[in-house]
């Protein structure tokens, strides 16, 4: 990148010193070179007039050689003063000199300076002649002065169509030049373009390759292989990007095969148990004690199913944004002790205490927050020691919020980043080990997403003694 923009650069400031030497060597011959041809016409036809003046006896020679005089003493003065390359001393005159000098044309300037002594000395001698500088006996205009004045006027067109050659000659190789220099700029920055690029390839190819091949195979196999592209170009950060994403996916993976596996271990269970106490009640119809027992266990294992399978539908309309919110007013309260009765049910191995305070009523959506309840009862049943009790406490005392804390002991071989039991299958390897509920990995991601849609707030706190609280603050 740093060799193109100094080519680049180079050329555009190569550019604009060519275009403003192209541009002075224009104005230079426009002015300076081509120019005194328009004078010298003007003084050829004063000189063509005289001429004419000859063919005729003039009525009033003063009066008619006055025009065509003042011409040719306008134009004399001037050429003298802004054209005579032999005497000046203008910066285009020097420029001039300098192009005869290289072409050995120097003896011109010599005899430019006579043709324009001799123009002036005729013009002058004829001005005297003609009364035009002062009384006169008789006016007249001699032959011999309009022709040595004529010879004199094309002598010095001849030699300005000389400077002309010389000039356009200069002016030829200078625009060859800078021609030539172009080129072989231009050839050189091919060059130097093509051998910066062979090397950046031969440099970064091996490297994209690498990361070709990387993906290429994370993609057809599933497998992370880091890659070790050290540096602070943007390579070596795409290849930083793409070792987090593939660590990442592959992480992912990993959770969501330990889920599968979870999952299907939680199908598995009670319908294996469904299906022998089925057959159990079948095989055992007429003793009746036998039966209840195994509808009584099918019928708790149906519940349990039923769960996991709402679970699993829940986490899948949390991950696609499409949870349904159809808030109305309810009594946290009185939600909280209909999820508690129905818990106990199937977590007979921990009393569940309610302690309530304040108006509990608020807006939000009973179906989604019995969810959340449910799924934190889960949780700590999960994490809870064998037996202990469960806390759960709604603080309603405040008229902005109403906070819903469930505590309970134990979480001993939970992570020290209590902020991974968010993510979805974060808890599944801290999943109870008792027969009743059991986290599927989903509780905490259900109750963040609900939390979210009731711009709530959730959190997960470790405190003294080993003590786990769950909290869930709702807004009025």
Same mark, same amino acid.
């Given at each position: 990148?740093?060799?193109?923009?100094?080519?680049?650069?180079?050329?555009?400031?190569?550019?604009?010193?060519?275009?403003?030497?192209?541009?002075?060597?224009?104005?230079?011959?426009?002015?300076?070179?081509?120019?005194?041809?328009?004078?010298?016409?003007?003084?050829?036809?004063?000189?063509?007039?005289?001429?004419?003046?000859?063919?005729?006896?003039?009525?009033?020679?003063?009066?008619?050689?006055?025009?065509?005089?003042?011409?040719?003493?306008?134009?004399?003065?001037?050429?003298?003063?802004?054209?005579?390359?032999?005497?000046?001393?203008?910066?285009?005159?020097?420029?001039?000199?300098?192009?005869?000098?290289? !072409?050995?044309? =120097?003896?011109? $300037?010599?005899?430019? @300076?006579?043709? #324009?002594?001799? %123009?002036?000395?005729? /013009?002058?001698?004829?001005?005297?002649?003609?009364?035009?500088?002062?009384?006169?006996?008789?006016?007249?205009?001699?032959?011999?002065?309009?022709?040595?004045?004529?010879?004199?006027?094309?002598?010095?067109?001849?030699?300005?169509?000389?400077?002309?050659?010389?000039?356009?000659?200069?002016?030829?190789?200078?625009?060859?030049?800078?021609?030539?220099?172009?080129?072989?700029?231009?050839?050189?920055?091919?060059? !130097?373009?093509? =051998?910066?690029? $062979?090397?950046?390839? @031969?440099?970064? #190819?091996?490297? %994209?390759?690498?990361? /070709?091949?990387?993906?290429?195979?994370?993609?057809?196999?599933?497998?992370?292989?880091?890659?070790?592209?050290?540096?602070?170009?943007?390579?070596?950060?795409?290849?930083?990007?793409?070792?987090?994403?593939?660590?990442?996916?592959?992480?992912?993976?990993?959770?969501?095969?330990?889920?599968?596996?979870?999952?299907?271990?939680?199908?598995?269970?009670?319908?294996?148990?469904?299906?022998?106490?089925?057959?159990? !009640?079948?095989?055992?119809?007429?003793?009746?004690?036998? @039966?209840?027992? #195994?509808?009584? %266990?099918?019928?708790?294992?149906?519940?349990?199913?039923?769960?996991?399978?709402?679970?699993?539908?829940?986490?899948?309309?949390?991950?696609?944004?499409?949870?349904?919110?159809?808030?109305?007013?309810?009594?946290?309260?009185?939600?909280?002790?209909?999820?508690?009765?129905?818990?106990?049910?199937?977590?007979?191995?921990?009393?569940?205490?309610?302690?309530?305070?304040?108006?509990?009523?608020?807006?939000?959506?009973?179906?989604?927050?019995?969810?959340?309840?449910?799924?934190?009862?889960?949780?700590?049943?999960?994490?809870?020691?064998?037996?202990?009790?469960?806390?759960?406490?709604?603080?309603?005392?405040?008229?902005?919020?109403?906070?819903?804390?469930?505590?309970?002991?134990?979480?001993?071989?939970?992570?020290?980043?209590?902020?991974?039991?968010?993510?979805?299958?974060?808890?599944?390897?801290?999943?109870?080990?008792?027969?009743?509920?059991?986290?599927?990995?989903?509780?905490?991601?259900?109750?963040?997403?609900?939390?979210?849609?009731?711009?709530?707030?959730?959190?997960?706190?470790?405190?003294?003694?080993?003590?786990?609280?769950?909290?869930?603050?709702?807004?009025?």
């Amino acid at each position: 990148m740093l060799s193109q923009l100094m080519l680049a650069a180079l050329g555009i400031t190569m550019s604009i010193v060519a275009l403003r030497r192209l541009a002075t060597e224009t104005a230079y011959l426009r002015h300076y070179v081509f120019q005194p041809f328009v004078v010298i016409s003007s003084g050829i036809e004063s000189s063509n007039a005289l001429y004419a003046m000859l063919a005729r006896p003039p009525s009033d020679v003063s009066v008619e050689v006055r025009e065509p005089m003042m011409r040719l003493r306008s134009f004399i003065d001037r050429y003298q003063r802004e054209w005579l390359t032999a005497t000046s001393t203008l910066p285009d005159a020097i420029h001039l000199r300098d192009a005869l000098a290289r !072409a050995g044309e =120097l003896v011109l $300037l010599e005899e430019e @300076r006579e043709a #324009a002594d001799t %123009i002036a000395a005729v /013009v002058m001698h004829i001005e005297r002649t003609t009364g035009l500088m002062g009384p006169t006996s008789a006016p007249h205009v001699r032959r011999a002065d309009v022709e040595h004045l004529s010879d004199a006027l094309v002598k010095l067109h001849r030699i300005n169509l000389r400077y002309m050659e010389i000039a356009y000659d200069a002016f030829d190789r200078v625009r060859r030049r800078i021609l030539l220099v172009f080129m072989a700029v231009g050839l050189g920055g091919v060059t !130097a373009a093509s =051998l910066f690029g $062979l090397a950046v390839r @031969r440099a970064i #190819a091996p490297r %994209i390759h690498r990361m /070709v091949t990387a993906v290429q195979r994370f993609r057809e196999r599933g497998v992370y292989e880091p890659l070790g592209d050290r540096g602070d170009d943007e390579l070596a950060v795409l290849a930083h990007t793409l070792n987090t994403s593939f660590k990442a996916i592959a992480e992912r993976d990993k959770d969501r095969d330990r889920f599968l596996a979870v999952a299907a271990h939680e199908l598995k269970t009670p319908l294996t148990t469904m299906k022998g106490f089925s057959q159990v !009640a079948l095989t055992h119809r007429n003793d009746t004690a036998i @039966r209840e027992r #195994a509808l009584t %266990i099918i019928d708790r294992q149906a519940t349990r199913l039923g769960r996991l399978v709402q679970d699993l539908l829940w986490s899948a309309r949390v991950s696609g944004g499409e949870l349904p919110f159809k808030p109305e007013a309810i009594d946290v309260e009185e939600l909280a002790r209909r999820v508690i009765g129905e818990f106990e049910l199937v977590a007979r191995d921990h009393s569940i205490r309610l302690v309530p305070r304040g108006d509990a009523h608020l807006l939000g959506d009973p179906e989604l927050l019995e969810q959340a309840l449910w799924s934190l009862l889960v949780q700590a049943i999960s994490v809870a020691l064998e037996h202990d009790p469960v806390l759960v406490t709604i603080d309603a005392d405040s008229a902005a919020r109403v906070l819903i804390t469930i505590e309970v002991r134990g979480g001993k071989d939970l992570p020290e980043d209590l902020e991974k039991l968010l993510e979805p299958f974060g808890v599944v390897a801290f999943e109870g080990r008792r027969d009743g509920p059991r986290s599927t990995g989903i509780d905490l991601h259900l109750v963040q997403g609900i939390a979210r849609l009731h711009g709530a707030r959730f959190w997960i706190e470790r405190r003294a003694g080993d003590l786990m609280v769950f909290s869930l603050e709702l807004r009025r």
